[in-house]
């Protein structure tokens, strides 16, 4: 029979897990004591590393101060405010604003209401039309599972939310093509500047440039999903920088607490911030009950703390060539496919006669190393920034053994 705990995008029926138990810097200790190099954040989000006491000792004072306190009106906590004040001086828009929520999930929900609203706000209420993209992951929540584009996440989930539709990933005519037919209707445009959980798929600057253009023409938002990518993942704070394009809304979550505690949140730029503060009788009412929980906010303000001060997201961009320069020598070798990816997250593209699932467990059972695999074709990483040569090597070679013909 199996354990108590459902576990999410398993089968429900599987009775053995691969039990973690300590974890420090970019390794992972098992329940046999085994040493594994962490080469997907765990889970897009570990980016200091693990096993960070800064970070103990900093959420143990919180706790002992305020451990939690509603955020909804009339109340607010110092660690909420610094926080919102901190993100606001890294996003790329100028007098932005921040919505807390707990994951990335609630924050793609969050958006979606948000950009809905505040057109409402600034008489244009027929703009209900959220268009993502084929490839998209924007979580799991309704909203979410609604706008993203991996259909087996969205089979026999339905129905969804109303007014979301998806187009080919990487294709501005046909989005164009959309807008030009239904651009007044049009809330918000939602991207990944890095497709993650659909494959490390980089958009193009060309593309993103080109969303912003078709958003500014038609009088729609662009969000920006920065779930992964947010926080120094692409060598900038926020992806937004690293393409050089300016969103109306950023979701993000993940790599603002590195994990420590759960976070997400949405930056509100100046022109989504305005219809918004346009009535002063207008109530927002939205929010969550651990919107701007302080004790998680103080665990962003110290991740914040320890990645400026060891440069982490400069670091990023090393951490990734070191990576991207090892899997490519692989792919000249013969031994995958080809290498995809931008800043420090990368894919190992298969060949058709190669199983992702196969070597994903050959990695973690000779090679010491946890990645993710995706479908049959591709090996997912996304390591800690903080992860040294020595371990990047290791996750390289882990691929390669993996990538050898049996026998």
Same mark, same amino acid.
């Given at each position: 029979?199996?354990?108590?705990?459902?576990?999410?995008?398993?089968?429900?029926?599987?009775?053995?897990?691969?039990?973690?138990?300590?974890?420090?810097?970019?390794?992972?200790?098992?329940?046999?004591?085994?040493?594994?190099?962490?080469?997907?954040?765990?889970?897009?989000?570990?980016?200091?590393?693990?096993?960070?006491?800064?970070?103990?000792?900093?959420?143990?004072?919180?706790?002992?101060?305020?451990?939690?306190?509603?955020?909804?009106?009339?109340?607010?906590?110092?660690?909420?405010?610094?926080?919102?004040?901190?993100?606001?001086?890294?996003?790329?828009?100028?007098?932005?604003?921040?919505?807390?929520?707990?994951?990335?999930?609630?924050?793609?929900?969050?958006?979606?209401?948000?950009?809905?609203?505040?057109?409402?706000?600034?008489?244009?209420?027929?703009?209900?039309?959220?268009?993502?993209?084929?490839?998209?992951?924007?979580?799991?929540?309704?909203?979410?599972?609604?706008?993203?584009?991996?259909?087996?996440?969205?089979?026999?989930?339905?129905?969804?939310?109303?007014?979301?539709?998806?187009?080919?990933?990487?294709?501005?005519?046909?989005?164009?093509?959309?807008?030009?037919?239904?651009?007044?209707?049009?809330?918000?445009?939602?991207?990944?500047?890095?497709?993650?959980?659909?494959?490390?798929?980089?958009?193009?600057?060309?593309?993103?440039? =080109? *969303? %912003?253009?078709?958003? +500014?023409?038609?009088?729609?938002?662009?969000?920006?999903? $920065?779930?992964?990518?947010?926080?120094? &993942?692409?060598?900038?704070?926020?992806?937004?920088?690293?393409?050089?394009?300016?969103?109306?809304?950023?979701?993000?979550?993940?790599?603002?607490?590195?994990g420590y505690q759960p976070l997400g949140g949405?930056?509100?730029?100046?022109?989504?911030t305005a219809a918004l503060e346009a009535d002063?009788?207008?109530?927002?009412?939205?929010?969550?009950?651990?919107?701007?929980?302080?004790?998680?906010?103080?665990?962003?303000?110290?991740n914040l703390e320890i990645m400026r001060r060891?440069?982490?997201?400069?670091?990023?961009?090393?951490?990734?060539?070191?990576?991207?320069?090892?899997?490519?020598?692989?792919?000249?070798?013969?031994?995958?496919?080809?290498?995809?990816?931008?800043?420090?997250?990368?894919?190992? =593209? *298969? %060949?058709?006669?190669? +199983?992702?699932?196969?070597?994903?467990?050959?990695?973690? $059972?000779?090679?010491?190393?946890?990645? &993710?695999?995706?479908?049959?074709?591709?090996?997912?990483?996304?390591?800690?920034?903080?992860?040294?040569?020595?371990?990047?090597?290791?996750?390289?070679?882990?691929?390669?053994?993996?990538?050898?013909?049996?026998?």
């Amino acid at each position: 029979m199996p354990a108590a705990l459902l576990h999410p995008f398993a089968k429900p029926t599987r009775e053995s897990f691969l039990r973690i138990v300590r974890g420090e810097g970019a390794l992972l200790w098992n329940a046999d004591g085994r040493e594994l190099v962490d080469g997907m954040a765990s889970l897009w989000y570990c980016a200091i590393g693990h096993g960070r006491t800064e970070m103990a000792d900093a959420i143990a004072a919180q706790v002992r101060t305020l451990e939690a306190y509603s955020t909804f009106d009339p109340f607010t906590n110092d660690p909420a405010e610094a926080l919102a004040e901190q993100i606001r001086q890294l996003a790329p828009m100028a007098d932005a604003r921040v919505f807390f929520t707990c994951s990335g999930s609630e924050s793609i929900d969050t958006v979606m209401k948000l950009a809905r609203i505040a057109h409402v706000q600034a008489g244009q209420g027929q703009r209900k039309l959220i268009i993502s993209r084929v490839r998209g992951y924007h979580g799991t929540a309704y909203g979410g599972t609604s706008a993203q584009g991996i259909a087996p996440n969205r089979a026999d989930f339905g129905p969804f939310v109303d007014e979301v539709v998806q187009v080919p990933a990487d294709d501005l005519e046909a989005i164009a093509t959309l807008m030009s037919e239904r651009g007044n209707e049009v809330a918000a445009v939602i991207a990944e500047p890095v497709q993650g959980a659909g494959g490390i798929h980089p958009a193009t600057e060309e593309y993103l440039q =080109g *969303l %912003r253009r078709l958003c +500014d023409q038609h009088g729609a938002y662009l969000v920006f999903d $920065e779930v992964i990518t947010g926080f120094g &993942r692409l060598g900038s704070w926020f992806g937004a920088q690293d393409y050089g394009v300016t969103p109306d809304f950023i979701t993000f979550a993940k790599a603002v607490t590195s994990g420590y505690q759960p976070l997400g949140g949405v930056v509100v730029g100046p022109a989504p911030t305005a219809a918004l503060e346009a009535d002063p009788a207008f109530f927002l009412r939205h929010g969550f009950t651990y919107s701007g929980h302080p004790t998680a906010c103080a665990a962003g303000l110290t991740n914040l703390e320890i990645m400026r001060r060891e440069g982490l997201v400069e670091r990023a961009s090393h951490v990734g060539t070191r990576l991207a320069d090892g899997l490519r020598a692989l792919a000249a070798d013969g031994l995958i496919d080809h290498a995809r990816g931008r800043g420090a997250m990368w894919a190992a =593209g *298969l %060949r058709p006669d190669q +199983d992702a699932m196969a070597m994903r467990d050959h990695m973690y $059972e000779r090679g010491g190393v946890v990645c &993710r695999a995706l479908n049959a074709d591709s090996l997912l990483f996304c390591p800690p920034l903080v992860t040294t040569d020595a371990q990047i090597d290791r996750i390289v070679d882990a691929v390669a053994s993996a990538a050898q013909p049996a026998g």
